[in-house]
C-alpha cells in the first residue's frame, strides 16, 4: 500500500478501510438488507470488495483519478445485484472529479464524495429521502463541505474524519422511519418503515472505521 506521503496515499487507506469494512460486515449488512429487502447486500457488497483486496497491488496508482478508475471496473463487473452499477458509478464519478489531480486536498474529498452521489442519483434515479445510500451520503458530504467553508484552514483531516462519521450515523438513523422509495425495499411498501437502510448504514459503518483507524493508518 502506498504510504500516506505519495500522492494517493490517504485516497488508498480510505478506499481499503471502506472494502475491509464491506467484507468484514457481510452479515451484518445482509442481516439489515433481509428485514425489507432480498437479503443480498451484504453478499453482493462483499464479494466485490474481495476482488478489490486481493487485486489491490495491481489497482494502487501515483493517479489518484487512474486508481478510482481501477477499482471502479472492479466493483462494476464483480459486485451483484443493484448494487455493483450503483456503487461502481460512484467510484467512477469520484475519479473524474479529481482527474489530472496529482496532489488531494480536503475540498478533493468534497468534490469526490459529491461527484458520487451526483452519479448515484443518475443511475439509480433516486434522490435525498428516497431511503438510499444518498440520505447517508449526502448529509455526510454538506457537512464536509459546511465545514471547509466556515474553516477550511482549522479542518485537520482527523476531525473531517470524525465529522463525516458522526454526520452519516445521525443520517443513516433517521432512515428508520422512512418509506423505501427506490430500490428492493421500495417493493415491500410500508414493511420498509421501522428499520434503517442498509445502504445509509453502510456508508456510516464505513465512515466510522475511516474515523477509528485515521490516525493509524499506514
Not at 118 to 136: F, H, N, P, V
Not at 172 to 184: S, V
Given at each position: 500500500?502506498?504510504?500516506?506521503?505519495?500522492?494517493?496515499?490517504d485516497l488508498a487507506f480510505v478506499v481499503r478501510t471502506v472494502a475491509r469494512?464491506?467484507?468484514?460486515?457481510?452479515?451484518?449488512?445482509?442481516?439489515?438488507?433481509?428485514?425489507?429487502?432480498?437479503?443480498?447486500?451484504?453478499?453482493?457488497?462483499?464479494?466485490?470488495?474481495?476482488?478489490?483486496?486481493?487485486?489491490?497491488?495491481?489497482?494502487?496508482?501515483?493517479?489518484?483519478?487512474?486508481?478510482?478508475?481501477?477499482?471502479?471496473?472492479?466493483?462494476?463487473?464483480?459486485?451483484?445485484?443493484?448494487?455493483?452499477?450503483?456503487?461502481?458509478?460512484?467510484?467512477?464519478?469520484?475519479?473524474?472529479?479529481?482527474k489530472d489531480r496529482q496532489e488531494l486536498k480536503a475540498e478533493d474529498a468534497?468534490?469526490?464524495?459529491?461527484?458520487?452521489?451526483?452519479?448515484?442519483?443518475?443511475?439509480?434515479?433516486?434522490?435525498?429521502?428516497?431511503?438510499?445510500?444518498?440520505?447517508?451520503?449526502?448529509?455526510m458530504t454538506d457537512a464536509l463541505e459546511q465545514r471547509l467553508t466556515e474553516?477550511?484552514?482549522?479542518?485537520?483531516?482527523?476531525?473531517?474524519?470524525?465529522?463525516?462519521?458522526?454526520?452519516?450515523?445521525?443520517?443513516?438513523?433517521?432512515?428508520?422511519?422512512?418509506?423505501?422509495?427506490?430500490?428492493?425495499?421500495?417493493?415491500?411498501?410500508?414493511?420498509?418503515?421501522?428499520?434503517?437502510?442498509?445502504?445509509?448504514?453502510?456508508?456510516?459503518?464505513?465512515?466510522?472505521?475511516?474515523?477509528?483507524?485515521?490516525?493509524?493508518?499506514?
Amino acid at each position: 500500500m502506498s504510504s500516506p506521503s505519495t500522492p494517493v496515499g490517504d485516497l488508498a487507506f480510505v478506499v481499503r478501510t471502506v472494502a475491509r469494512t464491506a467484507v468484514d460486515n457481510e452479515k451484518a449488512f445482509g442481516d439489515l438488507d433481509a428485514v425489507a429487502g432480498d437479503g443480498d447486500f451484504g453478499y453482493s457488497l462483499a464479494r466485490g470488495f474481495e476482488i478489490v483486496l486481493s487485486d489491490w497491488d495491481t489497482l494502487v496508482s501515483d493517479s489518484p483519478a487512474e486508481f478510482l478508475k481501477r477499482v471502479a471496473l472492479v466493483i462494476s463487473k464483480r459486485v451483484g445485484g443493484t448494487s455493483g452499477p450503483l456503487w461502481g458509478t460512484a467510484f467512477l464519478r469520484a475519479s473524474t472529479a479529481v482527474k489530472d489531480r496529482q496532489e488531494l486536498k480536503a475540498e478533493d474529498a468534497v468534490a469526490m464524495l459529491r461527484a458520487a452521489a451526483e452519479g448515484i442519483k443518475a443511475r439509480g434515479k433516486s434522490d435525498l429521502g428516497d431511503k438510499t445510500l444518498l440520505d447517508a451520503l449526502i448529509p455526510m458530504t454538506d457537512a464536509l463541505e459546511q465545514r471547509l467553508t466556515e474553516d477550511g484552514a482549522g479542518a485537520g483531516p482527523a476531525e473531517l474524519a470524525r465529522l463525516a462519521a458522526t454526520t452519516a450515523r445521525t443520517a443513516a438513523d433517521a432512515t428508520t422511519p422512512m418509506q423505501a422509495r427506490r430500490g428492493r425495499q421500495s417493493y415491500t411498501g410500508e414493511r420498509s418503515i421501522g428499520s434503517p437502510d442498509p445502504g445509509a448504514v453502510a456508508i456510516a459503518v464505513m465512515a466510522e472505521r475511516v474515523a477509528a483507524e485515521w490516525d493509524a493508518r499506514d
